[in-house]
């Protein structure tokens, strides 16, 4: 969808970064490749990675890591588009969160579950220090963590709202898919809702419809993604 993002919204929005770790194998120089994330309910980006990839090894003797996103659709000229470094450091969620950040990332990387029975496998959240959004011209800057609220007010609800939405409502979601990105998904899923806006799958591929308000609760949410379905129908019944 066009329109300039905050940097909040484009960590939202992202669904891979290269992860730059310190390098243990050649000490002093940083090692980085391309990682899937998903932001936690507190707003940490969380990694799931092998004890056997090189990033495990490099974060068990030096977690500070950084994160760097980038749009995609910006291929063509990606230095003119938008981009965030997230610097970090690397730690294991707790127990009380890791059911919770697993089942969120398992519905946005579907292929990921087959690994959850592997023993050599393990969820990392990266706890912000500082981050680096260039926005566009003139959108350049430092941005400290307390001066970035990336948490999810509706954490604690967003699996039952995620089975509402696919159990009841496939075709409002096949609706959003249709007018605000142009995909006539066969199979559209709802991955994930927090107060900015909602994840999708259509047929595999990810999409992010922002809100035009922040929802800060159920209801909230109720009225954003009912406003958002009207504007869909509205403009394709032609009123």
């Given at each position: 969808m066009?329109g300039q993002?905050?940097?909040?919204?484009?960590?939202?929005?992202?669904r891979y970064g290269?992860?730059?770790?310190?390098?243990?194998?050649l000490?002093?120089?940083?090692f980085?490749?391309?990682t899937?994330y998903?932001?936690?309910a507190?707003?940490?980006p969380?990694?799931?990675?092998s004890?056997l990839a090189e990033?495990t090894?490099?974060?068990?003797a030096?977690?500070?890591?950084?994160?760097?996103v980038?749009d995609?659709?910006?291929?063509?000229?990606?230095?003119?588009g938008a981009r965030l470094t997230?610097i970090?450091?690397?730690h294991a969620?707790?127990a009380?969160?890791?059911?919770?950040?697993a089942?969120?990332?398992?519905?946005?990387?579907p292929?990921?579950r087959?690994?959850?029975?592997m023993?050599?496998?393990s969820?990392?959240a990266l706890?912000?220090?500082?981050l680096?959004?260039i926005?566009?011209f003139?959108?350049?800057?430092?941005?400290?963590?307390?001066?970035?609220d990336?948490?999810n007010?509706?954490?604690d609800a967003?699996?039952g709202?995620?089975e509402?939405?696919n159990g009841d409502?496939?075709d409002?979601l096949?609706?959003?898919c249709r007018?605000?990105?142009g995909?006539?998904?066969q199979?559209a899923?709802l991955?994930g809702?927090?107060?900015?806006?909602?994840?999708l799958l259509?047929d595999?591929?990810?999409?992010r419809l922002?809100?035009?308000?922040r929802?800060?609760?159920v209801?909230?949410?109720?009225q954003q993604?009912i406003?958002?379905?009207?504007?869909?129908?509205?403009?394709?019944?032609?009123a």
């Open positions: 066009p993002r905050t940097a909040s919204e484009f960590l939202r929005a992202g290269v992860l730059a770790t310190q390098s243990r194998s000490p002093g120089y940083p980085g490749s391309i899937p998903v932001l936690s507190v707003g940490e969380v990694i799931y990675i004890t990033h090894k490099n974060i068990g030096d977690p500070r890591v950084s994160l760097t980038f995609p659709a910006d291929a063509a000229d990606p230095q003119a997230c970090a450091e690397a969620p707790s009380d969160a890791t059911g919770a950040v089942e969120r990332y398992y519905r946005f990387f292929a990921a087959a690994y959850a029975g023993h050599d496998f969820f990392y706890r912000p220090v500082r680096r959004y926005g566009g003139g959108k350049i800057g430092w941005i400290e963590p307390h001066e970035i990336l948490s007010p509706l954490a967003e699996a709202i995620v509402h939405m409502h496939a409002a096949r609706a959003y007018h605000f990105f995909r006539d998904a199979q899923t991955v809702a927090d107060a900015d806006g909602v994840d259509a595999g591929v990810a999409l922002p809100f035009t308000a929802a800060e609760g209801e909230a949410l109720r993604l406003a958002r379905l009207r504007e869909a129908r509205e403009t394709a019944s032609g």
